[in-house]
């Protein structure tokens, strides 16, 4: 039962940077795949980022460029660092974590706001 716990949310001002980190409780092999997720107030929640365990990543169309996902095993941390934040980066990040026979695991996300 690996648990997630995301931290390095806040108040930034646009143009500002911010990292964002996911740390797993257990053995972070046993995720396929992780993810960072967002979901702001009347939108869908939408993927913002993700990484496979060969170190593949994608990336929202909305923050290419800009945003970057990275891992560190032996701290069995994910990092989402944020560079050029907008105002529509507002919204609430949540770490995902992708296991076998598609089983999620959700933090319990962390507060993003960009003022302008």
């Known amino acids: 039962q690996v648990q997630l716990v995301e931290s390095g949310g806040g108040l930034v001002q646009a143009g500002g940077s911010l990292r964002l980190s996911c740390a797993a409780s257990?053995?972070?092999?046993?995720?396929?795949?992780m993810g960072w997720y967002r979901q702001a107030p009347g939108k869908q929640r939408e993927l913002v980022a993700h990484?496979?365990?060969?170190?593949?990543?994608t990336y929202a169309d909305s923050v290419k460029g800009r945003f970057t996902i990275s891992r560190d095993n032996a701290k069995k941390t994910v990092y989402l660092q944020m560079g050029s934040l907008k105002p529509e980066d507002t919204a609430v990040y949540y770490c995902?974590?992708?296991?076998?026979?598609?089983?999620?695991?959700w933090g319990q996300g962390t507060q993003v706001t960009v003022s302008s």
């Open positions: 995902n974590g992708r296991r076998l026979g598609r089983i999620d695991t």
């Open positions: 257990g053995d972070i092999f046993a995720f396929v795949a």
């Open positions: 990484i496979t365990n060969d170190g593949s990543t």
